[in-house]
C-alpha cells in the first residue's frame, strides 16, 4: 500500500473525529481541543454540584444526549466505544428513569413521601422514603414511594390522589408535624348487606331505609414526625389502610388485620397527640360493628368489642385535634349503640344516648365532605334535627 494513501486516510480519520469542534474553533490545536473536551465536562460535573437536589436528577437525565455526543466521537487509540455499550447505556438510562421519575414500580395503594416545601431538602425526603423502606421490609418496598414537588395542605395532597388513582395515600410534612394524608374508602352502607343478615332485618324492625357506617377520614397528624416510632407507625398504617378498606366490608372476616390493629393500637411515644391512636382504635371498632352485625344473627362479643374500641378512641383525643375523626367516631359509636339498646333494658335511655351521638356528629363533621354527606343521611333516617348547639358528650 502507498505510505502516502495510508498517511492521507489518517489525516481525513482525524479530521472527521475533530470535525465538530473544527466547526466553532477551526484554527485550535488538537491538543487545545482536547483539554477544552474535557474540561467541558469537568465544568458540567462540578456545576452538579451546587444545583438544587430536587432538579438535580432531571437535568442529570436531559445531560445524558449532550454527553453521548461527545463520547460517541472519542477514541483511544484509534478504537473507539463499542456502539453496543451505548445501547446498553440507554436501556438502563430508560428503566432508571422510569423507576425514579414514575410509580410504575409501586403496587396499588401504594402511599408517596413528599416535601413539605420548596425549602425542603429533597435528600431528607428521599432518607425518610428508606427509612419506611426499611420499616416495611422487603415484601413492602413497593407501597412506600416519592412524590415529586411539595405539598403544604391538605388540599394538595388530595389533589394528588385525584391525579393518581392508585395511590392510598400521601405522607408529608416536617420533622416537627407529618401528617397522613388517606384516599376516601365509602362508607359501607347497611342495607347493601345480604338479604338474611341480621343489620338488614334490623333496619326492616326499625324501620329505617338504611344507615351507613363511615369507613374513611381526610387525614391524621403525628408529632415529633422524624422519630422512630413515628416512622414505624406510618409504615404500619400503610398497608393496614388499604386491608381495613377490603375486610370492612360484609363477609370479609380478617383476624390477622384484627390483631395487626390492636398491636398498632398500643403503640407508646412520647406524642403530644393521640389522634393517630384513636384512628387505629376507631378502625378496630369499625371492623368489630360490620362483624357483629354481618351474618343471620348478632354477634354479641364482635358488638361488645365496638362499642368498648369507641369507648377507648374518644378518650384518646379532644375534638379539635381531628374534627373529621371524631364525627366519624360519633357516628359509627352512635350506630353500634342504637344496635346495642335493642338488648337492653333501659332500651329507650340507650337510644337517647345514642342519637345524642350521631347529633354530635353531623356538628363536628367537615361541611362538603363525603362522610358529612353519610352522617346527614343518617340524621334524616333518624329523624334528628340539627337544632340548638350543645356541648359534646363523650
Not at 131 to 148: E, F, I, K, T
Not at 329 to 337: D, E, S, Y
Request: hydrophobic share 40%.
Amino acid at each position: 500500500m502507498n505510505p502516502r494513501i495510508t498517511i492521507q486516510a489518517k489525516d481525513r480519520d482525524e479530521i472527521g473525529r475533530g470535525r465538530h469542534f473544527s466547526w466553532f474553533y477551526p484554527e485550535m490545536s488538537k491538543p487545545l481541543k482536547t483539554l477544552t473536551r474535557y474540561g467541558g465536562l469537568l465544568a458540567i460535573t462540578l456545576l452538579f454540584m451546587f444545583l438544587d437536589p430536587a432538579v438535580r436528577p432531571l437535568l442529570q437525565f436531559l445531560m445524558v444526549p449532550l454527553l453521548s455526543i461527545v463520547l460517541w466521537r472519542i477514541s483511544i487509540q484509534d478504537v473507539r466505544i463499542p456502539r453496543v455499550l451505548f445501547a446498553l447505556a440507554f436501556l438502563g438510562v430508560g428503566v432508571g428513569a422510569i423507576i425514579r421519575f414514575s410509580t410504575v414500580h409501586l403496587r396499588d395503594g401504594a402511599f408517596v413521601v413528599a416535601t413539605v416545601s420548596k425549602q425542603g431538602l429533597w435528600q431528607e425526603t428521599k432518607i425518610y422514603r428508606d427509612r419506611l423502606h426499611r420499616a416495611l421490609g422487603s415484601d413492602g418496598r413497593a407501597l412506600a414511594g416519592l412524590h415529586r414537588g411539595t405539598i403544604e395542605s391538605q388540599s394538595k395532597a388530595e389533589s394528588v390522589l385525584a391525579n393518581r388513582r392508585t395511590l392510598g395515600g400521601v405522607v408529608w410534612g416536617a420533622p416537627r408535624w407529618m401528617s397522613i394524608s388517606f384516599r376516601e374508602i365509602p362508607g359501607v352502607s347497611l342495607g347493601s348487606f345480604p338479604e338474611r343478615s341480621f343489620a338488614k332485618r334490623w333496619l326492616d324492625n326499625n324501620h329505617l331505609q338504611d344507615l351507613r357506617v363511615i369507613r374513611s377520614i381526610p387525614s391524621v397528624g403525628l408529632s415529633h414526625g422524624h422519630q422512630d416510632a413515628t416512622v414505624h407507625f406510618i409504615a404500619d398504617m400503610i398497608p393496614l389502610w388499604n386491608d381495613f378498606a377490603r375486610h370492612s366490608t360484609p363477609n370479609m372476616t380478617s383476624p390477622e388485620l384484627e390483631s395487626r390493629l390492636a398491636g398498632l393500637a398500643r403503640t407508646q411515644a412520647r406524642w403530644s397527640s393521640r389522634s393517630h391512636i384513636g384512628l387505629v382504635l376507631w378502625m378496630l371498632g369499625t371492623y368489630h360493628l360490620v362483624r357483629a352485625v354481618e351474618n343471620d344473627s348478632i354477634s354479641g362479643g364482635d358488638l361488645a368489642c365496638a362499642l368498648r374500641e369507641f369507648a377507648d378512641a374518644l378518650g384518646q383525643f379532644r375534638p379539635r385535634d381531628n374534627p373529621s375523626l371524631y364525627a366519624a367516631l360519633q357516628n359509627n359509636f352512635g350506630i353500634a349503640m342504637l344496635i346495642d339498646a335493642d338488648f337492653s333494658e333501659k332500651r329507650d335511655k340507650g337510644r337517647t344516648h345514642a342519637l345524642k351521638r350521631i347529633k354530635v356528629a353531623r356538628r363536628i363533621a367537615v361541611q362538603g365532605s363525603d362522610s358529612s354527606k353519610d352522617i346527614g343521611l343518617n340524621s334524616m333516617a333518624l329523624g334528628i334535627s340539627q337544632g340548638r348547639k350543645s356541648r359534646d358528650k363523650r
